[in-house]
């Protein structure tokens, strides 16, 4: 069988292309690729037998390769998303598997392949499902995030926290009394999570709330400098193609 994964996490498609290979040593994995636009481009020429498919990538969400791309394969849905929203896909050849992803939830997924092989829905009903979940998905956003605090476990409100930040690699969140709290996911993940109304990617370091925003002023090349709450950062700078959007936003 020849197969294509679409995942913007470098070890987890590692590790799902090992788990296949385990799985079955005729699985052939004709290519990782890590963006909505690579896969929409690749499949434009290609058509695999199966597709496993990460929901959320770095530059969007992968539903929007349905809009542009008439996929034939089945689609096995990989995703960190809750359970609830994601009922959507248990129908037909649809799927989805919970990461990170073991043996056991890897072969039942192949068996429930078997056992629709032959058993195929009519493609409207596909997308109509497909838009269902992605309209699921894109308005439950996230309400909480678990957080370490030395050796113990906590979970933050988003509504406590200021604003999210990158550095050296690694992403966190500055929550109301000025703590900053490491995550596990990236600003991009993160972005994907949130209710834009109430967060806002000022560039590629910093999503801001407006809660956050102590000043705002004039920068140079019609940037704007932020001053935000908690924050020694004095370079916060909403970059220059982002400006008017920023605008836009804080006088929603």
Same mark, same amino acid.
């Given at each position: 069988m020849d197969i294509l994964i @679409? &995942?913007? &996490?470098?070890?987890a498609a590692t590790r799902l292309e090992r788990l296949l290979k385990s799985y079955n040593d005729q699985i052939n994995v004709l290519d990782k690729i890590d963006s909505v636009k690579k896969? @929409?481009?690749?499949? =434009? *020429?290609n058509q695999p037998q199966l597709i496993f498919m990460d929901i959320q990538l770095a530059d969007g969400l992968s539903f929007e390769i349905f809009e542009h791309v008439d996929i034939q394969a089945p689609v096995i849905f990989t995703t960190a998303f809750d359970e609830y929203a994601l009922k959507a896909f248990k129908v037909n050849s649809i799927d989805y598997l919970l990461k990170p992803i073991d043996e056991d939830e890897l072969d039942a997924a192949f068996k429930k392949l078997d056992r629709l092989a032959g058993n195929h829905q009519p493609k409207s009903n596909t997308l109509d499902q497909i838009n269902q979940a992605m309209a699921m998905l894109t308005n439950k956003y996230k309400s909480r995030f678990v957080i370490k605090v030395g050796e113990h476990i906590k979970s933050i409100a988003v509504n406590d926290? =200021?604003?999210?930040? *990158?550095r050296d690699k690694a992403s966190f969140c500055c929550a109301d009394e000025g703590k900053n709290y490491l995550l596990d996911y990236s600003i991009e993940q993160i972005e994907g999570m949130l209710d834009p109304e109430k967060f806002y990617r000022i560039n590629r370091k910093y999503l801001v709330s407006l809660k956050a925003i102590e000043d705002i002023i004039s920068y140079s090349n019609s940037r704007l400098r932020i001053v935000l709450k908690h924050c020694s950062d004095k370079d916060v700078v909403v970059s220059r193609e982002r400006v008017n959007d920023f605008k836009g936003w804080l006088d929603r």
């Open positions: @679409i &995942e913007d &996490e470098k070890p896969a @929409i481009k690749w499949l =434009q *020429s926290i =200021q604003y999210f930040f *990158s």
